[in-house]
């Protein structure tokens, strides 16, 4: 007799595939979170700074603008200096014309009055005195070319030196009080057209390493410690594991409740920046200027997101207490920063970002966005949060598997 006969009935649901098995344990994670009245008040709170640094879109944008569109300043209106008048007459007793479509073009652009010979120089006087007085007023045109080209060179020195002096009061200022913004201060004040690409650039290395680098750490230390900790706490592996799910698969779960969080207030804030700025520029051409930001903020958000994920759950994964992992992330960042600080005021130097871990998260993203061409101190940031990533993820996957092997 078919054992459903004897009250068990065949599965009449849709199956799903095995390779979705842990969104069933994220979609889980994801919903005991959005209970916490605080989390929704961190998502709230991580896209005020992209409403700030829209502003600042908006001003280095106009100032742009102001700068580069114009262009006056690089081209002056030519000069077009007045031609003597009867009162005061030329040698020779001639009166001045004053027709513009004669005026005679140089070769700096400004434009001499081509004067008749005829209405200067005397009809009555013999030849003799005719030649001189023709030398006088090719003296008196080879004085006014001098004259003009020499206030023409001033004015456009001046327009330079103006327009200096509003490229460095316009964004470097507040470029310069930011890590990394020697290349893009520079760029600015050099050729603004060519500088939107490292500015932007800044910008959006700014938004993730202060606002949202703050609220990650904020955020994932009230999310993550209970995840793996209240499960060994209360033994729901014995649930989990009576399913066909794989360790991995749970760990897959768990991280991306984690991921899900952290792309709410790091990519989604950063994405819409990125439009925001290009809805805020004056030509649809910017895009073509900086394609390839919302890939570099793909890569700083992966930078950001595995190495944390992977530590907070080892932290969890460890106790069954969630505090003391909440506590054990806290003193990570805390005291890396710490250190940091204490022995950078003491001997200033790149090495002491090897113990702190937010640093380090810097580095890498620096480079990810273009801002840092160091090969070698990437290298060694690079290999220690591969190292930060790899270790406690093995260790996460050892602790998680022990119960399976009961």
């Known amino acids: 007799m078919p054992i459903h006969d004897v009250g068990y009935r065949r599965w009449q649901g849709k199956l799903e595939s095995a390779w979705v098995r842990w969104a069933v344990i994220a979609g889980a994670g994801i919903r005991l979170v959005w209970k916490n009245h605080w989390a929704r008040r961190m998502l709230f709170f991580s896209w005020l700074p992209a409403a700030g640094l829209g502003v600042v879109f908006f001003v280095y944008e106009q100032a742009l603008e102001r700068?580069?569109?114009?262009?006056?300043?690089?081209?002056?209106?030519?000069?077009?200096?007045?031609?003597?008048?009867?009162?005061r007459p030329l040698s020779g007793g001639g009166v001045a014309t004053d027709d513009a479509a004669a005026a005679e073009p140089t070769a700096s652009g400004a434009k001499v009055p081509a004067w008749d010979p005829d209405v200067f120089l005397d009809p009555n006087a013999d030849p003799l005195q005719r030649l001189q007085q023709l030398e006088a007023l090719k003296d008196v045109a080879e004085d006014a070319r001098a004259t003009m080209r020499e206030e023409e060179l001033m004015l456009r020195a001046e327009a330079r030196r103006a327009e200096r002096e509003f490229r460095r009061g316009a964004v470097p200022q507040l470029l310069r009080g930011l890590p990394h913004s020697e290349a893009a201060a520079e760029a600015w004040l050099n050729d603004p057209a060519s500088s939107r690409h490292a500015v932007w650039s800044l910008l959006m290395m700014t938004f993730f390493r202060y606002p949202q680098g703050t609220l990650m750490v904020l955020l994932v230390g009230m999310i993550a410690p209970s995840l793996v900790s209240l499960d060994f706490r209360s033994r729901a592996f014995l649930l989990y594991f009576s399913r066909p799910i794989t360790p991995f698969e749970y760990i897959m779960g768990k991280a991306m409740v984690v991921w899900c969080y952290l792309a709410a207030i790091t990519t989604l804030p950063a994405l819409t920046l990125y439009v925001l700025g290009v809805l805020l520029s004056p030509e649809i051409g910017v895009v073509l200027e900086t394609w390839d930001l919302p890939f570099r903020i793909l890569g700083a958000s992966l930078v950001l997101m595995v190495p944390t994920t992977a530590l907070a759950l080892f932290f969890s994964s460890m106790t069954s207490e969630s505090r003391y992992a909440g506590f054990a992330w806290f003193a990570v960042w805390g005291l890396g920063w710490a250190a940091y600080a204490n022995l950078e005021a003491v001997s200033a130097g790149k090495q002491w970002s090897m113990i702190s871990l937010y640093h380090m998260l810097g580095r890498v993203q620096a480079w990810v966005f273009g801002l840092s061409t160091d090969i070698n101190d990437v290298t060694s940031a690079t290999a220690l949060l591969l190292a930060v990533t790899v270790l406690p993820f093995v260790v996460l996957v050892c602790r998680v598997a022990a119960p399976t092997q009961l």
Do not use: E, F, K, W
Not at 77 to 86: H, I, N, S, V
């Open 67 to 87: 700068s580069v569109i114009p262009n006056t300043m690089h081209h002056p209106p030519a000069l077009t200096p007045q031609p003597p008048t009867p009162d």
